[in-house]
């Protein structure tokens, strides 16, 4: 299945990253479990992180990026899905998320770690613990071509379990994480400014 004409006319308004975040930052946070195709969000104007990070590597591919998504895996936590782009050798991210502050990253960042590492001390669960623990290398989408990923009614869910299964590397060790402080509470209500109660995890 191919782009319908009003499909490509909006997309052709997602001209850049900002753009594409901006986009993802107006529309309503998805709190059901389900993985849906770039098209849905368009339709349905709603998308949790890894939707939201289909949809932005779906944009970026359009302007002339590569579809990259890097998972972030946490604990006690929900993981979080990002859509990563190169400029110039400097890595950059979009993503949707329930909290503030795990949203765009400028490409800024040398590195896939340096660009994870600006996260962490912004990813925290709804009790203020720090949860990033280790990420994925990046996977490019077009893999999934075939399967028209980006406009299909399958769910998406074999792409989630695609991330599961690549390498993770770690952030922090065993002492790191013994010794990790809790985010102020002012940090806290900054990150879940507007968020979706429904959709945030619950932490045991």
């Given at each position: ?32 479990y389900e993985c849906r ?20 590597a779906a944009a970026m ?115 790191m994480i013994k010794n ?25």
């Amino acid at each position: 299945m191919e782009w319908t004409k009003d499909e490509i006319r909006f997309l052709k308004t997602m001209n850049d990253t900002d753009k594409i975040q901006g986009f993802l930052d107006s529309i309503d946070y998805n709190p059901v479990y389900e993985c849906r195709s770039p098209r849905w969000v368009i339709k349905k104007r709603s998308a949790h992180c890894f939707e939201g990070a289909l949809f932005a590597a779906a944009a970026m591919e359009f302007i002339g990026y590569k579809p990259l998504i890097v998972d972030l895996k946490a604990f006690n936590d929900d993981d979080h899905v990002i859509a990563v782009f190169n400029e110039e050798g400097y890595w950059g991210a979009v993503a949707k998320s329930n909290f503030t502050s795990l949203r765009y990253r400028e490409p800024v960042y040398r590195s896939l770690r340096e660009l994870v590492m600006s996260y962490f001390d912004f990813y925290f669960n709804t009790d203020g613990d720090k949860s990033l623990r280790s990420y994925s290398l990046s996977l490019d989408l077009s893999i999934y071509n075939p399967r028209h990923w980006t406009t299909t009614d399958e769910d998406l869910e074999y792409i989630g379990d695609k991330l599961e299964k690549i390498r993770h590397y770690p952030v922090v060790n065993k002492k790191m994480i013994k010794n990790l402080k809790r985010a102020s509470e002012i940090m806290l209500r900054a990150g879940m400014l507007g968020s979706n109660a429904e959709g945030l995890f619950k932490p045991k």
